[in-house]
């Protein structure tokens, strides 16, 4: 057999082994393309634009689906100030489903001018505009510990008053300045005893029984209540 035919197998074998695995690479890279995280689906918004959602999410698109943990984008939603909890889902085919759990907003928090949502644990969740109802809290953003004490406390408040809340004050540690619907004056309690609110209640229906509602009450010591009139009508009039 001569030189050139003895050697042409062991070439064609050597042709074969490396044809294998660049076939495989290419095709592992065609899959790879394929197989990206291309869309981007929440669920569950309601109170809050789901595009804050959604914005976080997009950080994934383009990503393959084998290399996008579901684990740390879940973890980037539950960094959203409103979502308190998140189920993240990527599928092979490109798809990252992301259902969510909101917060509940129960007050606004008014500092500096800003006003801001609060849920019944005390965190601040986004930034709204005038005109909600909610109870609005007025000076605890230096006092967060202070401000969730006074959340805790509003149902007790209002049942010891008998009316809603509509906004308090911080006047200093365990003093806050209350203001109940439908009633003018301010009432200084502290929260973490409503039940001096009982007290108060009685003492502002006597007074106005006989006298005009009294500008503040004042029932931050226990058993007592202060009362600070409304002026007079000036002289001669």
Same mark, same amino acid.
């Given at each position: 057999?001569?030189?050139?035919?003895?050697?042409? @197998?062991?070439f064609?074998?050597?042709?074969?082994r490396?044809?294998?695995?660049?076939?495989?690479?290419?095709?592992t890279?065609?899959?790879?393309?394929?197989?990206?995280?291309?869309?981007?689906?929440?669920?569950?918004?309601?109170?809050?634009?789901?595009?804050?959602?959604?914005?976080?999410?997009?950080?994934?698109?383009?990503?393959?689906?084998?290399?996008?943990?579901?684990?740390?984008? @879940?973890?980037?939603?539950?960094?959203?100030?409103?979502?308190?909890?998140?189920a993240?889902?990527?599928?092979?085919? #490109?798809?990252?489903?992301?259902?969510?759990?909101?917060?509940?907003?129960?007050?606004?928090?008014?500092d500096?001018?800003?006003? @801001?949502?609060?849920d019944?644990?005390?965190?601040?969740l986004?930034?709204?505009?005038?005109?909600?109802?909610?109870?609005?809290?007025?000076?605890f953003?230096?006092?967060?510990?202070?401000?969730?004490?006074?959340?805790?406390?509003?149902?007790?408040?209002? @049942?010891?008053?008998?009316?809603?809340?509509?906004?308090?004050?911080?006047?200093?540690?365990?003093?806050?300045?209350?203001?109940?619907?439908?009633?003018?004056?301010?009432?200084?309690?502290?929260?973490?005893?409503?039940?001096?609110?009982?007290?108060?209640?009685?003492?502002?229906?006597?007074?106005?029984?006989?006298?005009?509602?009294?500008?503040?009450?004042?029932?931050?010591?226990?058993?007592?209540?202060?009362?600070?009139?409304?002026? #007079?009508?000036p002289? #001669?009039?």
């Amino acid at each position: 057999m001569s030189g050139p035919v003895r050697h042409r @197998r062991p070439f064609r074998k050597l042709v074969g082994r490396a044809v294998l695995p660049a076939v495989g690479l290419a095709l592992t890279a065609t899959l790879a393309a394929a197989l990206q995280v291309r869309e981007v689906r929440v669920s569950g918004s309601h109170r809050f634009p789901a595009r804050d959602v959604e914005g976080v999410l997009r950080s994934a698109l383009g990503t393959p689906t084998i290399a996008a943990r579901a684990g740390a984008l @879940r973890a980037k939603v539950r960094a959203i100030p409103w979502v308190a909890d998140a189920a993240v889902r990527v599928s092979l085919d #490109g798809v990252v489903t992301c259902s969510i759990v909101e917060r509940v907003p129960v007050a606004i928090a008014v500092d500096g001018g800003v006003r @801001r949502l609060v849920d019944g644990a005390g965190h601040l969740l986004t930034t709204v505009d005038s005109g909600s109802s909610l109870l609005q809290l007025n000076g605890f953003a230096p006092y967060p510990e202070e401000r969730e004490t006074l959340l805790a406390a509003v149902a007790a408040l209002e @049942r010891a008053w008998g009316g809603k809340l509509e906004w308090a004050d911080r006047i200093g540690p365990h003093d806050v300045g209350l203001h109940f619907a439908n009633v003018s004056p301010i009432v200084l309690a502290d929260p973490e005893r409503p039940e001096d609110l009982v007290g108060a209640r009685h003492v502002l229906a006597a007074w106005i029984a006989r006298q005009p509602v009294p500008l503040r009450l004042d029932a931050r010591i226990g058993g007592r209540v202060a009362v600070l009139p409304a002026p #007079g009508p000036p002289e #001669g009039g």
